[in-house]
């Protein structure tokens, strides 16, 4: 497996075109930009060689029988699940988002499916797939994974746009491959990883079949280009968490691509692109649970030593206890989920497993939904220092940092900077730039909240519940 070095050596190996605040980035490694979302994945890295994080960090693959990444493992029963669900929680609660987890969803959705399609219409989507896996498995890669279009109007299908580029859609079809064109429109990590994974964004009727298509190419594939946002706040000293450790977002641009077969996993099978959409989602709803509990993690620490800091003890002063125990349940109770859906996974007919859709999808919609409850929870138990602690630099000025030591100090026998650096990290997870990011990833990132409550209501068995109180008042259904 690679090491962190390794991991960002191999990036100097790739030359992705990357446009960032106007200018053409020279090397992705080497953009100060992009180092927190760097950083963040080189920690999946870092924490694969830990013997301490082994179990939870390593799997054996089930096709080569060898220790392999457990981001890039298919889940061979329930508790490998919920292994993934721990270890994106032990992950993020460093890093914040760890990203990498998406290429494990991705995977997984693609077994799935491409072993349905080719049961169905006998075509080689499934053997493409593991070849494919076994690659990224031997070389210990990253891929982004970019499904969500532009989309345009949001009213009308793939075939119904004005412009028919909105979804990303084949174009040509050859003897060796197929040219693809359009946009993936908000892709994770996606200037610092290996490979790109194409997804399709949702169902698709047979008029849209040029739009259900999945494929992996590398970032540097010829006519690829990428938008990108700056990952964290690099430049921003005061950025307790988001200076080291953040995550880019990029618009990527399919210009004419051409994918060899031996990369494409679903073109044009349009009944298929629905489940392929779906799949991932359950897969990814259950990562962004976990990712969210790490981030709960630090929240619910760093509020309670805030109150400490302040001299209140958040186990006995009554309201700061509510409030924090408030902010425990939110975190705990979608972990919760997360630990149901995993244990109540189920075998799909390809042999991997998928989590428990209806608990994945409820643990997502409650992190989505109550960000802001822990948002305000934190916010109202310290204070403005939150959001009006002095820069770093401010304390190395002689004369000053005297006289701010004695004045910003709460409790008496913990120095001020301690007080201030908590403060710092609160605000940059919850009040800043990054804040804002953690508020939107947790509503939007995998799937707004509607589409998890579409997707309940799909799958929750409503009917045994109707018929279970028909049962009990003995009113009987008219045939
Ligand atoms: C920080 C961040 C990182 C992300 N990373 C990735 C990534 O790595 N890969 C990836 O593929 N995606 C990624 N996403 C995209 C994410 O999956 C989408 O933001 C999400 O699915 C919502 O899509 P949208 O942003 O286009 O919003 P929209 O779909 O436009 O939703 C906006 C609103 O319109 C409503 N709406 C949309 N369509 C309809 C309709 N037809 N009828 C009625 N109401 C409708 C929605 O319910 C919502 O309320 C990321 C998003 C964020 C914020």
């Not at 509510?322 to 075998?347: N, P, Q």
């Amino acid at each position: 497996m690679k090491t962190p070095e390794e991991y960002v050596e191999s990036l100097r190996r790739l030359n992705p075109i990357v446009y960032m605040k106007g200018k053409l980035v020279g090397s992705v490694p080497d953009e100060p930009l992009l180092k927190p979302g760097i950083n963040a994945i080189s920690l999946t890295y870092e924490y694969g060689l830990k013997p301490e994080y082994r179990d939870i960090m390593h799997a054996t693959s089930h096709i080569s029988g060898r220790e392999v990444s457990r981001l890039l493992h298919i889940n061979t029963n329930t508790d490998d699940l919920l292994k993934k669900l721990e270890m994106t929680r032990l992950l993020c609660r460093t890093a914040g988002c760890a990203q990498r987890y998406l290429t494990h969803d991705a995977l997984n959705a693609l077994y799935e499916v491409t072993h349905r399609t080719d049961e169905e219409i006998n075509a080689e989507y499934h053997q493409r797939l593991l070849d494919y896996l076994q690659y990224l498995q031997n070389e210990d890669l990253t891929t982004s994974v970019a499904m969500t279009d532009a989309k345009g109007n949001r009213s009308k299908r793939p075939h119904e746009q004005q412009d028919p580029d909105l979804y990303l859609r084949i174009v040509e079809r050859k003897r060796d491959g197929i040219v693809v064109r359009g946009n993936k429109a908000i892709v994770t990590g996606a200037p610092y990883t290996h490979e790109i994974i194409v997804l399709p964004t949702r169902s698709m009727t047979e008029d849209d079949k040029d739009y259900a298509v999945s494929f992996a190419v590398p970032i540097d594939a010829d006519g690829v280009e990428m938008v990108s946002r700056q990952a964290g706040r690099p430049d921003d000293s005061s950025a307790e968490l988001s200076s080291r450790y953040g995550q880019a977002t990029a618009l990527i641009l399919f210009d004419d691509v051409f994918v060899p077969w031996e990369r494409v996993f679903l073109a044009g099978e349009w009944q298929f692109a629905g489940a392929l959409t779906e799949s991932f989602a359950i897969h990814h709803r259950l990562s962004c649970i976990g990712a969210r509990a790490g981030l709960g993690d630090m929240l619910i620490g760093a509020s309670a030593c805030m109150a400490e800091c302040n001299g209140l003890d958040p186990k006995n002063v009554g309201h700061i206890r509510d409030k924090i125990s408030e902010l425990i349940k939110f975190v705990e109770s979608f972990y919760a989920c997360g630990v149901t859906s995993s244990v109540f996974g189920k075998e799909t007919p390809a042999g991997n497993f998928r989590p428990d859709p209806v608990y994945a999808n409820i643990g997502k919609l409650l992190q989505g939904l109550h960000i802001y409850d822990m948002f305000k929870i934190s916010h109202e138990v310290s204070g403005g220092i939150l959001v009006t602690s002095p820069y770093p630099e401010d304390m190395e000025v002689p004369d000053v940092k005297e006289k701010l030591s004695r004045y910003l100090k709460g409790r008496e026998d913990i120095p001020a900077d301690h007080r201030l650096k908590i403060a710092r990290l609160l605000e940059d997870i919850t009040a800043s730039y990054q804040g804002g990011w953690y508020s939107m990833i947790s509503i939007h990132g995998g799937g707004s909240p509607e589409a998890g409550r579409i997707e309940i209501m799909r799958k929750y068995d409503l009917e045994e519940r109707k018929s279970l109180v028909e049962r009990i008042t003995g009113i009987k259904k008219e045939e």
